[in-house]
């Protein structure tokens, strides 16, 4: 006689409910202690795919900037003709007094193109996340890698042009005898906040403007604007409500701070530049933390 099997060796079925748990089983018990882990630990998770990502990052922005300026007569030169050529219409609309942009401490040329420099640094550090996945949609739709490694590429190709655009800026300040300040040497710090918070705002709205294409077509709109209330190619004012609107653009003091401190080697106010650097890097982290959350969304949406 074959022996009786036991209740719990009976696998349950659609049509024989389980047994019932007894006293010794192991039961669910809720708690309210969630398992998505702590901050620390996704902090964590960002900085170890941040670390995995560097490899990937290197190959594509090598990649990009290869197939950018492969079949290219002029090659890595085009940098240098969008700086130039913006310079130049208001270097020239100056000098012959069409407009009055004020007075400057350094010879104007070297002021309008050092400020059309950094001002497009942060307006392709904006526009380059949207860029990235754009770009990039069918490798993340089919392979599973660090999406950081899009970031960093990105990044890394905006040092590498701004590099190139400072042999240019060399160049002027040499032809109009403009003499380098000590302030040079913490006049790139300055840039780097520019970069950041560029990154910082690309990245949030880039969720956004990769389900709704209106976005995308809005913002060279929004940086035209943007770019008319900088002091780019003119001095901030001090007073009345365009200086008010000078304050609240968080792109003024940093641009300003990040030429002052190369020319002049002064900072008019530090304590909002600390202060602006220390929020990109906040927003960063936020930017950073919200992308990852909405990349699977989005993922998502683009294999459907």
């Known amino acids: 006689m074959k022996p009786r099997k036991r209740d719990a060796d009976i696998p349950a079925t659609s049509d024989s409910p389980a047994?019932?748990?007894t006293a010794g089983d192991d039961l669910a018990v809720?708690?309210?202690?969630?398992?998505?882990?702590?901050?620390?630990?996704?902090?964590?998770?960002?900085?170890?795919d941040l670390g995995s990502a560097r490899p990937l990052a290197w190959r594509l922005m090598r990649r990009d900037i290869s197939a950018q300026y492969r079949q290219s007569v002029l090659g890595v030169l085009w940098v240098l003709l969008s700086p130039l050529a913006t310079a130049l219409v208001f270097i020239v609309l100056q000098s012959r007094n069409v407009l009055n942009l004020g007075e400057t401490n350094i010879p104007y040329p070297v002021y309008a193109m050092m400020g059309t420099i950094l001002w497009q640094l942060f307006s392709a550090s904006f526009s380059a996340p949207l860029l990235a996945v754009t770009a990039n949609q069918d490798i993340l739709a089919k392979v599973n890698f660090p999406r950081e490694s899009l970031m960093l590429a990105a990044a890394g190709r905006l040092v590498f042009e701004l590099l190139v655009k400072m042999a240019l800026l060399a160049a002027v300040m040499a032809v109009f005898r403009s003499p380098v300040s000590w302030g040079a040497f913490f006049s790139p710090l300055a840039m780097l906040a520019l970069i950041l918070l560029g990154l910082s705002l690309g990245l949030l709205i880039t969720p956004v403007a990769t389900l709704y294409k209106d976005i995308s077509l809005a913002l060279p709109h929004l940086t035209m604007l943007w770019f008319l209330v900088t002091p780019v190619v003119y001095?901030?004012?001090?007073?009345?409500?365009?200086?008010?609107?000078?304050?609240?653009?968080p792109v003024a003091p940093l641009l300003t701070a990040a030429r002052d401190l190369a020319t002049l080697g002064t900072l008019s106010d530090p304590w909002l530049c600390a202060g602006?650097?220390?929020?990109a890097i906040l927003l960063l982290?936020?930017?950073?933390?919200?992308?990852?959350?909405?990349?699977?969304?989005?993922?998502?949406r683009m294999n459907a």
């Open 19 to 21: 047994p019932a748990p």
């Open 30 to 48: 809720y708690t309210p202690i969630s398992r998505r882990g702590s901050t620390w630990s996704r902090l964590r998770a960002m900085a170890n």
């Open 235 to 249: 001095p901030p004012p001090q007073s009345g409500w365009f200086g008010l609107i000078m304050k609240l653009n």
């Open 276 to 279: 602006l650097c220390l929020g």
């Open 285 to 300: 982290l936020l930017a950073w933390a919200c992308f990852r959350i909405a990349m699977p969304i989005l993922i998502e």
